[in-house]
């Protein structure tokens, strides 16, 4: 009789085990159900966010100028090649449009300081009003960083340092105002007459040249030692409080033994595109380059090694007899 009680009680137990356990199953398997839904609605409303971000045509896209062709097949919808001593135009397209022209910018900008003889040495501090509220672009230089005009100018020239080259109009005697009259002034000077600033920086589509001015422009600053030992700096490290900060050439042909590049500068806005222009030696040759509006990212570093190309093939200076 006890045999059998223990077996009925031992039976009851093990079938409120089961109902126990089938019951927790039923109430969990809802649960996962509803999470999966949710990460799958959660992945559509983010593919459908990201499919939704506007791609902001350029300038010269807006006007036609990719459709230009040329005899190398360029990425930049504008080019223009000179012999520097000579002003022979070895190619040229689309020269004559007037663009946006980004961090080209920042030559004017060191020009316009160089030329001022300001003391190299004198502390600026990057306070909020150099903060770009244009793009929206970061900056490792926080508000508060203080750095000397000199490592201010070699930062916007080399690294093209936002916060950098806006610190450099904000200070200069005058302020911003004038520092930007200057800037057109100058350009006015050089006989740029296609070309109008509004800030330091080149964050603005509202900074405009053409081809032919911005090597009018390259042509100038290459007569001044400071821009062309800046512009063609590998890297340089600033000391920033406690913190060592490392920066590099934001154009990577200044590292490449193939090319003697004397002046550079880069430039890149959605409403630009990438852009670069140059001083260099090819086949024996001063050249000025200028390429706007290049379509990728790294297309106007191949333009300029076909025009690199082109010219040792075709354009060399041939040895005196």
């Not at 600053?221 to 063609?232: G, K, P, Q, V």
Request: hydrophobic letters at 35%.
């Amino acid at each position: 009789m006890k045999r059998l009680l223990i077996a009925t009680s031992l039976g009851l137990l093990t079938s409120l085990c089961t109902m126990h356990v089938q019951a927790s199953t039923n109430q969990k398997k809802p649960t996962v159900q509803k999470t999966k839904a949710s990460v799958i609605k959660t992945h559509v409303r983010q593919s459908k966010a990201f499919k939704a971000a506007p791609v902001i045509p350029s300038f010269g896209q807006k006007a036609g100028l990719h459709a230009t062709s040329d005899m190398l097949d360029l990425k930049s919808s504008v080019a223009y090649v000179i012999d520097q001593d000579t002003h022979e135009v070895l190619l040229s397209k689309n020269d004559q449009a007037v663009l946006p022209i980004a961090s080209i910018t920042k030559l004017m900008t060191g020009l316009i300081i160089s030329e001022a003889k300001l003391p190299m040495d004198e502390s600026i501090t990057i306070t909020q009003d150099d903060v770009d509220t244009e793009k929206g672009s970061s900056s490792r230089l926080r508000v508060g960083a203080t750095l000397t005009r000199g490592e201010l100018l070699h930062l916007a020239l080399m690294a093209s340092e936002n916060r950098a080259a806006h610190a450099l109009g904000r200070t200069y005697p005058g302020g911003m105002s004038t520092f930007v009259g200057l800037m057109n002034g100058k350009a006015a000077q050089l006989g740029m007459r296609d070309t109008r600033y509004i800030e330091p920086t080149g964050l603005s589509s509202q900074n405009q040249s053409s081809a032919k001015d911005l090597a009018t422009l390259v042509g100038n600053a290459y007569h001044d030692a400071t821009l062309r030992e800046l512009s063609t700096s590998p890297s340089h490290s600033v000391e920033v409080g406690n913190r060592t900060l490392q920066y590099n050439t934001t154009n990577r042909l200044v590292k490449n033994p193939n090319w003697e590049i004397g002046l550079q500068k880069t430039g890149y806005i959605s409403e630009a595109g990438q852009c670069l222009v140059m001083q260099a030696k090819v086949a024996g040759r001063k050249l000025i380059m200028v390429f706007l509006d290049s379509a990728g990212k790294l297309s106007r570093i191949g333009d300029a090694e076909r025009v690199r190309k082109w010219v040792e093939t075709n354009h060399a200076t041939r040895p005196q007899t």
